[in-house]
């Protein structure tokens, strides 16, 4: 079956580390989304990613990096920059069509849910 | 700026029907979608609405669009316990194919 599959479902970060979130799709998808959700909050955009080798930030990078690989692939690190990690963070891919670009509909993994140790 | 807003909770009987409103600020978005996330889980894509669209139908949910007054809404018929969970509503920016969400609306079921 097609689908996202985001991993660990829970981890734990100590002070001053880096820790990496898996996300893989074998979906074919072009475009690859991180998003981070807080209690109450709606998605905010971490990076996103239209091609291999190639990624752009979104609204919250700051303390977060990413690699783009594999088409498959888009795995997340929190580094120790990123002060407040505590969060669901939330895995997408969609196809990029058209002329334009255009993106279609976002699908999404089952998230992952770090914390502080 | 941009912005997509939803009321954050709504309580309906099971066997009512749910009725979930956004509003949005880009009155040339493409695409308006609502998404389903039950706790602990990611975003269910549940139906989407092109702009060119009033209304869009399928089984149990019904999907209205006033491009007039840039309101989008969810009706769920005959609500079940099942449907519990945090609907987000989203749009595609026209300019830049950027999609915003909204917080969510939390929907509770009463017995």
């Known amino acids: 079956d097609g689908g996202i599959t985001q991993s660990p479902k829970y981890l734990f970060r100590k002070e001053g580390q880096n820790v990496t979130l898996s996300c893989e799709q074998n979906?074919?998808?072009?475009?690859m989304y991180w998003y981070r959700q807080d209690p109450g909050q709606g998605l905010r955009l971490i990076y996103y990613?239209?091609?291999?080798?190639?990624?752009q930030k979104g609204d919250i990078a700051e303390g977060y990096s990413v690699s783009r690989e594999k088409k498959e692939s888009f795995p997340l690190t929190v580094t120790s920059a990123q002060k407040n990690p505590t969060a669901f963070y939330l895995c997408?891919?969609?196809?990029?069509?058209?002329?334009?670009?255009?993106?279609?509909?976002?699908?999404f993994g089952d998230g992952t849910r770090l914390s502080i140790l | 700026g941009e912005d997509v807003e939803q009321s954050l909770f709504l309580s309906v009987r099971e066997g009512d029907s749910s009725v979930i409103n956004c509003t949005y600020t880009d009155s040339s978005s493409t695409y308006l979608y609502w998404y389903k996330q039950e706790p602990g889980a990611g975003l269910q894509l549940l139906t989407y609405i092109f702009s060119n669209m009033d209304m869009k139908q399928d089984q149990r949910l019904t999907v209205l669009l006033n491009k007039k007054d840039k309101h989008l809404s969810l009706r769920i018929a005959d609500t079940q316990t099942g449907d519990s969970a945090i609907y987000f509503c989203?749009?595609?920016?026209?300019?830049?194919?950027?999609?915003?969400f909204g917080k969510g609306t939390r929907l509770h079921i009463l017995p």
């Open positions: 989203a749009e595609i920016l026209n300019r830049d194919d950027k999609i915003i």
């Open positions: 990613s239209q091609i291999v080798n190639d990624f």
């Open positions: 979906l074919n998808h072009d475009a």
């Open positions: 997408a891919s969609s196809f990029v069509q058209g002329r334009n670009g255009r993106n279609q509909p976002q699908h």
